[in-house]
């Protein structure tokens, strides 16, 4: 079993080193043949519309929303979350996304005057009994609207939301979060996720 990470741009060095942590096979994937030799795929947090464009001049776009879509399981963080979602609000006009997740989220969705912060969170499918997760939010996406099969894992809340907003998002093989897993020590939500790709493949 070997995992892709999407080397496009963003915090690609980061998901290896937490695969090569947890002893699983990682590459870099950076054109459509290496697509081939992966069972699953992670697309890192960055920046969605640089990610978007250089996956669509290197070819990978189209062959990767494909393989997403015939149940490759996938990983996408933060601008990899953008990249998942049915639908982008406040995006680019030019930007496009792979459309696979029944979710519709707005980019920086949490607004400028708390870009970044981080956040105690509790995930039951991880933390059986044990600590929450420090997740790490950077201009993150919110998700606005989750569709019947999305199941929310994970959901934040502080004084400027009136809801708590949906942070880690299951539909099927796909796996997608408004914040970076790949920032803190914590490889749990990485470990979720390679029994997503052992049971894909299996
Ligand atoms: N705001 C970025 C985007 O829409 C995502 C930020 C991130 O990945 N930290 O692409």
């Not at 496009?96 to 970044?116: P, T």
Request: overall charge negative; aromatic content about 6%.
């Amino acid at each position: 079993m070997r995992i892709g990470v999407l080397s496009l741009q963003g915090d690609v060095s980061e998901h290896l080193q937490m695969f090569a942590r947890l002893g699983v096979s990682a590459m870099e994937v950076a054109s459509p043949g290496e697509l081939s030799h992966i069972d699953g795929l992670v697309i890192p947090g960055g920046e969605s519309t640089t990610i978007y464009m250089l996956a669509e001049s290197s070819g990978l776009f189209e062959p990767m929303t494909q393989m997403i879509k015939e149940g490759m399981p996938v990983f996408g963080t933060c601008a990899g979350a953008v990249l998942l979602a049915r639908r982008i609000l406040d995006g680019r006009a030019d930007q496009r996304s792979c459309e696979a997740m029944d979710i519709a989220v707005r980019r920086n969705g949490f607004g400028r005057q708390i870009a970044s912060f981080e956040a105690d969170l509790d995930i039951s499918v991880i933390d059986k009994g044990g600590a929450p997760l420090r997740a790490v939010f950077i201009r993150a996406p919110i998700v606005e609207s989750v569709g019947p099969e999305v199941e929310t894992l994970a959901t934040y809340k502080d004084s400027a939301l009136t809801e708590p907003t949906p942070v880690l998002l299951k539909q099927g093989t796909m796996l997608a979060s408004s914040f970076h897993p790949e920032l803190s020590n914590d490889t749990r939500l990485h470990q979720f996720f390679v029994e997503m790709v052992k049971e894909g493949s299996s």
